[in-house]
């Protein structure tokens, strides 16, 4: 027969229960001013931000890694390979706006012609910033 030793061990549970915590509330944090699911993050520049998924193949994933490893940053801790995908996609972006892009008869889910069309403009805006001593050609179209 299992009897309680204590008369006062349920109340003891259940006054476990009854608080935020073991240590009584004690350890709580202040509650957030913002919404619990938003993330601080510290940005250099005041543009806003929308998300974008991008699916990549392992070895991708593998190498953004490896760009973003304290070792190869000189960082005390890594920067996280979608941040070092997000600065790659946006430089990407900003050379094919500049560069241009033949989209003409790409279909949907074909990226290997994706692929291939972005990395000849990417190649063809790598050639122009050095004929134009790293410039693009519409930067020095822009200049004063």
Do not use: C, W, Y
Request: no cysteine.
């Amino acid at each position: 027969m299992s009897a309680p030793k204590r008369n006062d061990a349920g109340a003891a549970v259940a006054g476990l229960f009854t608080k935020n915590s073991a240590t009584g509330g004690l350890a709580t944090r202040p509650p957030r001013e913002h919404e619990p699911s938003a993330r601080v993050t510290v940005r250099r520049d005041p543009v806003a931000r929308l998300r974008q998924g991008v699916e990549l193949t392992e070895d991708d994933v593998g190498f953004l890694r490896s760009l973003s490893r304290p070792a190869r940053t000189g960082q005390p801790r890594t920067l996280g390979s979608k941040f070092v995908a997000t600065g790659v996609l946006a430089a990407a972006i900003e050379l094919l706006r500049q560069a241009g892009i033949d989209m003409d008869g790409v279909e949907a889910g074909d990226l290997d012609e994706m692929t291939a069309r972005a990395r000849d403009a990417l190649t063809r805006a790598a050639a122009a910033a050095q004929a134009f001593g790293n410039t693009t050609p519409l930067e020095t179209t822009e200049a004063p």
